[in-house]
């Protein structure tokens, strides 16, 4: 079992910056391939970006390219969100998940464990 908590949300001006942090306990962090995930209500969880635990691969969706980076630090246990230049559309509640593969990341259903989510709100 893993457990995945979240922190660093809040509220941001457009055009601003947030790093987000994902702590993870209970299996080796460094096994695990981890991602973002957001969700605005009435729609589908959207990925965001992940890093599978094999290669250190990052993969991002077209919509945060270049704007967010996704790290891990296994010596902490802790996977990052660092979320520049943000925008009103943005605005979301950000969930991080892991995942005992290292393929087809980009999809909810891989991930095996899920944290709380922490709101994330950029103002216009």
């Known amino acids: 079992q893993v457990q995945l908590v979240e922190s660093g949300g809040g509220l941001v001006q457009a055009g601003g910056s947030l790093r987000l942090s994902c702590a993870a306990s209970g299996r080796t962090f460094s096994s695990l391939s981890m991602g973002w995930f957001r969700q605005v209500p009435g729609k589908e969880r959207e990925f965001v970006g992940a890093?599978?635990?094999?290669?250190?691969?990052?993969y991002y969706t077209d919509s945060v390219k270049g704007r967010f980076t996704v790290s891990r630090d296994n010596a902490k246990n802790t996977f990052y969100l660092q979320m520049n230049s943000l925008k009103a559309e943005d605005t979301a509640v950000y969930y991080c998940?892991?995942?005992?593969?290292?393929?087809?990341?980009?999809?909810?259903?891989?991930?095996?464990?899920w944290g709380q989510g922490t709101q994330v709100t950029v103002s216009s």
């Open positions: 890093i599978n635990w094999s290669a250190g691969i990052t």
């Open positions: 998940a892991a995942s005992r593969g290292s393929s087809a990341l980009f999809r909810a259903s891989r991930y095996d464990y």
